[in-house]
């Protein structure tokens, strides 16, 4: 049988400890909040009666449950009123001394059953615990901020953690409302510890101007569903704050990838914080306001300069899924489309799909009868590239093979006129290589478009050393005509998306991999702790493992950053036939 926990003392009420005294109390809970001083019980106080009255207001809580919780609160500034309490958390500021000589008074004060907890974001459990007489009573209890509204709560355990302290904080947790995850004992924990990575990266992107800030932030958006982008999310956080964890992180780990970006520094150094103080990567109407206002930085980035040429005609290479969702896009926005196929049947079949997707749009409503037949009459079937010569823009969209890539771009060059744009769909080739294969690189371009085309409206636009601006220019305007939303990016690896988002997935195999959390609890603490739509082992198998491989290797292979190589639990399952939900079996088992 667990413990029960009937009073919980709260050392430390600033903005998080008071909400985590609030959310205790309003299950039941008894709680002793400490502070340093009068003026700081004052503060709490305050800080409590407003936000449940905030709760009370929006209908979250009834007045009679608001007084019984408020009434459950006492405030003290003496430890020594903590003598009598089943648990303590102390959430004072992160500074390791004064964690330290707090537990090292509570060890003194309560008794010797009793659970200390630390709501610590990144500084070593284990080290807090060796000031005490019973270490393995000490334990990570990381609530996240706002506690009145999140949910996760990561349980972080020692090497030296009593093994029954475990399952009653979690317990504890599930009781007061919280989805609790457990982790080792490591800076970042799961949820910083993935996620920190990932916004460093995306600095460093910035930091050597290979995007805007606008379309990093919109990549990530509107390519992989996330809530906010890296760059005004650490705004959100706060620079500052980045900069410790990130510093607390690369002390553990000596990976450089966690070293902070310069800029940063630099960012901190000048007042840059983030929202705070009312400008970090973007600029804000005022402090802690949410609203971007337009900066000297919002004018946009060199490759859209130049005037877009006039786009007609659209010639789609392939009959794949996702030439077909390509063909579908432009030919719903009024393009004539030809669609070059290597046989009259494969033609024929690649246009039965795209009847099959416009009816299933009219069934739901979506598309009228009328428009599904007009944007049938625009589709042309092809098979000779001479079909192509008065194409405007030719888009290859045919198999991930360089070989066959460079093949197609040789035909269309002879083929398409002069002045057209030739794009490429690659998500993971040079686009030089296509280019070179031309005898003019300067009108060649990538154009990335995300599964299902028809759907998701990020297209990544991949200028190489060689492409034109007016080139660079056109495809933006074309993409925005035909309701996608394109960012700009150079020619190299990943990109934007998966460069940002698939060392991401590795750090989460090697957290894994090093029996550092379970699978279920880190897919939990992405989702619930960070708002994502998926977990990173349920997003790698929807991917597909051998897909994820070949794309980090082909970062690895680039970057040659230590961080980026394979893990090898990754390399393990693909062998062994384990590749995901096609397979029904990769980091989970599918029905």
């Known amino acids: 049988m667990g413990r029960v926990f009937e009073s919980v003392g709260v050392v430390g009420l600033g903005t998080m ?29 305050s800080h409590i009666e407003y936000s449940t009255s905030r709760a009370l207001a929006k209908g979250k809580l009834e007045g009679a449950d608001r007084d019984a919780l408020l009434e459950r609160i006492r405030y003290t500034t003496s430890l020594a009123d903590l003598a009598d309490v089943d648990l303590v958390i102390e959430a004072v500021p992160e500074s390791p001394e004064l964690k330290a000589e ?4 509570l060890d003194t004060i309560t008794r010797p059953d009793v659970i200390l907890a630390s709501n610590t974001s990144s500084l070593s459990v284990t ?20 506690a009145p509204v999140l949910t996760l709560m990561e349980v972080v355990r020692t090497v030296v953690t009593d093994p029954q302290v475990v399952p009653d904080v979690e317990a504890f947790a599930e009781r007061i409302g919280k989805t ?6 490591r800076a970042g924990f799961i949820a910083n510890a993935l996620l920190f990575g990932y916004l460093n990266h995306a600095v460093r992107m910035y930091e050597q101007r290979y995007a805007t800030r606008e379309d990093l932030d919109a990549a990530m958006r509107y390519g992989c569903g996330y809530p906010m982008g890296p760059l005004a999310l650490l705004d959100l956080i706060g620079l500052d704050t980045a900069y410790e964890i990130l510093e607390s992180m690369y002390r553990q780990s000596r990976d450089r990838l966690h070293a902070p970006a310069p800029l940063l520094k630099q960012m901190i150094s000048a007042g840059l914080l983030g929202r705070k103080s009312a400008r970090g990567f973007y600029t804000y109407e005022e402090p802690d306001s949410p609203t971007v206002v337009p900066d000297a930085r919002s004018a946009g980035d060199a490759v859209q300069a130049g005037s877009a040429r006039p786009v007609h005609t659209v010639a789609v290479v392939g009959t794949g899924t996702m030439a077909r969702g390509i063909v579908e896009v432009f030919a719903k926005r009024g393009y004539d489309v030809l669609l070059r196929a290597r046989s009259v049947p494969k033609a024929e079949e690649a246009i039965e799909a795209v009847r099959r997707s416009l009816d299933k749009a009219v069934s739901k409503g979506k598309l009228a009868q009328s428009d599904a037949t007009d944007v049938l009459a625009r589709i042309t079937p092809v098979v000779e590239f001479s079909a192509l010569a008065e194409a405007d ?18 035909s269309l060059d002879a083929a398409v006129k002069q002045g057209a744009v030739l794009a490429t769909t690659t998500s993971s080739l040079p686009v030089i ?12 371009i990538g154009m990335h478009f995300f599964n299902p085309a028809q759907v998701m409206k990020l297209v990544e636009v991949v200028s190489t050393v060689a492409t034109e601006a007016d080139v660079a220019a056109t495809v933006r305007e074309v993409c925005a005509k035909a309701g996608k939303h394109p960012v700009s990016c150079g020619d ?11 060392p991401y997935l590795n750090d989460a195999v090697k957290m894994l991999e090093a029996h550092y959390a379970e699978a279920a609890d880190i897919d939990t603490a992405m989702k619930v702790g960070c708002n994502l739509p998926m977990g990173p082992f349920e ?7 051998d897909v994820s491989l070949a794309i980090q290797r082909t970062l690895y292979d680039e970057f040659r950053e230590a961080g980026f190589a394979p893990a090898p639990l990754l390399e393990q399952l693909v062998t062994a036939g384990r590749l995901g939900r096609k397979t029904g079996k990769g980091f989970w088992d599918y029905g």
């Open 492 to 502: 190299r690896a990943g990109f934007i998306v998966n460069a940002l988002l698939f």
């Open 17 to 45: 400890g008071a909400g985590i005294a609030e959310v205790i109390a309003r299950s039941g809970i008894t709680v002793v909040g400490v502070e340093i001083d009068d003026e700081g019980v004052s503060r709490a106080r």
């Open 393 to 410: 823009l030719a888009v290859e969209a045919v198999a991930e093979d360089i070989d066959i890539k460079r093949e197609v771009f040789a």
């Open 433 to 444: 290589e296509c280019a070179a294969a031309t005898s003019r690189p300067g009108d060649v």
């Open 539 to 545: 997003l790698l198998d929807v991917v597909g493992l």
């Open 127 to 146: 080290e807090l615990g060796v000031h005490t007489t019973r270490p393995d009573k000490v334990i990570g209890m990381h609530f996240f901020n706002p």
């Open 102 to 105: 707090i537990v090292a008074e």
């Open 180 to 185: 609790p995850v457990v982790t080792g004992d």
